[in-house]
Structures are given as structure tokens and as C-alpha cells.
């Protein structure tokens, strides 16, 4: 281990923190705002950039502390305007994170994991396998990079977060949990909770934890199949987190915050493109208000699943719409770029 990684990363440090520290090495506590501004306002990479500090002020930071930064390594653009950026950590892992642009919203997608501990048949990222959680800076990163991208190459800031990068944010919650805290506050980047959106993939527990902390972002869920048999033989772990766990979390989420729930629905031949799953769908979607957000599959190279035909989708949307539930259809962006829903998985 080189002894930089040894030293702390500064920005684990809390604003109170950082006036501490300065207290207790004899410098005034007011230098401790200064450098969180520079950390979490100016996203500051190193100290040599803190200007208003003296020189030997940023000696001696540097002497007891890191910036963990990322670095985005590499920046693909897709042909319909999506950016992905390969995000190299302290550490040498990469994620991934994309930038979506449409013409009212610019949506930033990020990874809450180094690779994903869940075992999606159809997502590529499962094979990754997980490697670590990500820590907050480095989720917060992700979105000051997408950020500054989205000023530099659309003119406008950042209007939208969903978490449906690499990883479960439900299995990192507490770092996610503190990611957005900084994203939502005024000394981070001040949006607001209401343009976020988690994904999950359905941690009971956890979205009974997230309610009773009265959260104020929004909740997506990969739902896929509303029957435990085959939403089982394609997310294992629904062996485990069942439907009816789910149902009882979910409810309770809507109890508590009364934040209406989607799912993300994607629609295969011969998994999930019957009548009896879209019935099975539309009395999922009763116990709370919901939206169904059918996503366009996008292949993940191994042939074992593929997207329905147009008619099976007409089905789920003209059922689901005779029932009263919203639906959309959402078409993949950044495709040719491998930049699309499951298709994380650090090819490059
Ligand atoms: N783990 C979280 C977030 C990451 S996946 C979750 O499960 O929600 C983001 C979305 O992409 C999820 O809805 C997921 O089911 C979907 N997805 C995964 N692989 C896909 C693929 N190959 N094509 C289309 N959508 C996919």
C-alpha cells in the first residue's frame, strides 16, 4: 500500500469536522469553512488550488490528508447526443455513468457499486460481480462531472438523477443516503430530492428504512414480473426478497411518504408476454398509486433474452391504461456506445 492511500480523504470530513481540525492545530476555525467550500462548492481536486489558503496552510493539509477524486478516463459520445464517461476511483476501479440529454432535461445515470452483488439474468453489470461499495464523494463526483459536461455541451445545468448505474443503491444506502444529502444541499449542488430518482430492485428492508426517514426522492422499482416463479428465474434473488415482501414494503413506502411508486417493466418473448402477466401487473400496481415505465430491452449478447414484439407491449399498454395506471414507453438512448440500461459493464 503507497502511503498516500493511508492518509484520511479530507472530504470524509464533516464541515465541524474540518473547523476542528483547524482548532486543534492552532489556525483559526473559519479556515475549515474555506476548505469545505473549495471541497464541495468549487469541487476542488487538490489543495494546491485552494488560493485563499497560505501556502503553508496547503502544505500541511496535504500532509495529513487526500482528495479521493475520480477521474473520468474516458468520455464516449453516442450518436444521439448520450455521454458515457468511464470513471477511474482512487483505487483503480472504473464505473461507469451517463449523461442523457433530451430537449427539456438533461438526466444524469450513476453507479452506486463497483460492479453489483445481484444476479440479474439480463443485465450485464451482474457479471461483474461486486467488487466495493462506492463511497459518497465518489457518487457525488459523478455528478459534478456530468454536471460541468452537461454546462459545457448542452448550455444548461444538470436537471435530473436517476440511480440506475452499476450497482444496487439499496445494498450501499447509507453512502447513496449521504451522496444525495450533498447533492440536495445549497454547499453541495442545491437541486432539489423531487429530480431524484433511486432504482431498486426490490430490498424490502431497505425501502421500509427509506420511508421511515422520510426521504423526499423518488422510488423506482425493477419489477419485470409480478408472478414469484418467473420473476424468480430471472432475479434469483427474488427467492429470498418475494413479491409479498416486496408488496408489504412498498405499501408501507406509500403509507408513509406518499410518493407515487414506478416500475420498470421490460417485456421478453416468453418470459413475461402472456395475458396472465400483464393481469398479474395490473394487481401489482392496485395496493398504490404507480406508474409503469416499459423499458426497451437492450441485448446483452448471449441471446437468451429478447425483447417482445410490438404487439405483447400493446397489450401491457392498452390493459394497463384500461385499468386507470400510467404507462410510458421508454426507448434506449446511447446504444451504440454500450451506454444503456444493463449495458455497464466497463467493456472498455
Ligand atoms: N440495481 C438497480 C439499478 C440498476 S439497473 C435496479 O435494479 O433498479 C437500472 C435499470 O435497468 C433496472 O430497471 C434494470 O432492471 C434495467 N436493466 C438491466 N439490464 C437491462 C437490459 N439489458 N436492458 C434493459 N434494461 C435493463
Redo the contacts with the bound molecule.
Keep these: 500500500m503507497n502511503v498516500e492511500t493511508k492518509k484520511k480523504d479530507v472530504r470524509a470530513l464533516t464541515k465541524e469536522q474540518l473547523r476542528g481540525f483547524f482548532e486543534a492545530q492552532g489556525d483559526k476555525a473559519f479556515r475549515g469553512n474555506q476548505v469545505y467550500e473549495w471541497l464541495w462548492q468549487k469541487s476542488a481536486h487538490s489543495f494546491e488550488v485552494m488560493t485563499n489558503l497560505s501556502k503553508e496552510c496547503r502544505a500541511m493539509l496535504q500532509e495529513h490528508f487526500v482528495i479521493n477524486h475520480i477521474q473520468v478516463d474516458q468520455m464516449q459520445r453516442s450518436s444521439d447526443g448520450t455521454i458515457k464517461n468511464a470513471v477511474r476511483l482512487h483505487d483503480g476501479l472504473v464505473v461507469e455513468s451517463v449523461l442523457i440529454p433530451t430537449k427539456t432535461r438533461t438526466t444524469a445515470c450513476v453507479s452506486s457499486q463497483v460492479g453489483?452483488s445481484?444476479d440479474?439474468k439480463?443485465?450485464?453489470?451482474a457479471r461483474l460481480k461486486r467488487m466495493r461499495n462506492l463511497q459518497p464523494d465518489e457518487i457525488y463526483d459523478q455528478v459534478v462531472a456530468i454536471d460541468n459536461e452537461s454546462r459545457l455541451y448542452f448550455d444548461r445545468p444538470l436537471s435530473n438523477i436517476v440511480?440506475?448505474?452499476?450497482?444496487?443503491?439499496l445494498m450501499n444506502y447509507n453512502n447513496v443516503l449521504k451522496a444525495i444529502e450533498k447533492i440536495t444541499s445549497p454547499e453541495g449542488l442545491g437541486m432539489s430530492p423531487k429530480r431524484i430518482t433511486v432504482?431498486?430492485?426490490g430490498v424490502p428492508k431497505m425501502i421500509k428504512k427509506m420511508a421511515d426517514g422520510e426521504v423526499r426522492f423518488k422510488l423506482?422499482?425493477?419489477l419485470?414480473s409480478a408472478i414469484d416463479e418467473v420473476r424468480t428465474s430471472i432475479m434469483p434473488f427474488n427467492a429470498t426478497f418475494t413479491l409479498a415482501d416486496l408488496r408489504e414494503a412498498l405499501q408501507y413506502w406509500y403509507e408513509k411518504t406518499k410518493s407515487r411508486i414506478t416500475y420498470?417493466y421490460?417485456v421478453w418473448e416468453g418470459i413475461n408476454d402472456t395475458q396472465k402477466d400483464v393481469d398479474a401487473l395490473v394487481e401489482f400496481c392496485r395496493f398504490a398509486p404507480s406508474k409503469v415505465n416499459l423499458?426497451?430491452?437492450?441485448?446483452?449478447d448471449d441471446g437468451t433474452f429478447k425483447q417482445a414484439s410490438n404487439t405483447a407491449l400493446e397489450r401491457y399498454i392498452k390493459t394497463l391504461e384500461a385499468h386507470g395506471i400510467t404507462v410510458t414507453v421508454r426507448r434506449?438512448r446511447g446504444k451504440d456506445i454500450d451506454a444503456?440500461?444493463?449495458?455497464l459493464a466497463n467493456k472498455s
Design positions: 453489483c445481484l440479474c439480463f443485465c450485464a453489470t440511480f440506475m448505474g452499476m450497482g444496487e443503491p432504482s431498486t430492485s423506482a422499482v425493477s419485470h420498470e421490460v423499458i426497451e430491452y437492450n441485448p446483452i434506449s444503456a440500461c444493463g449495458q
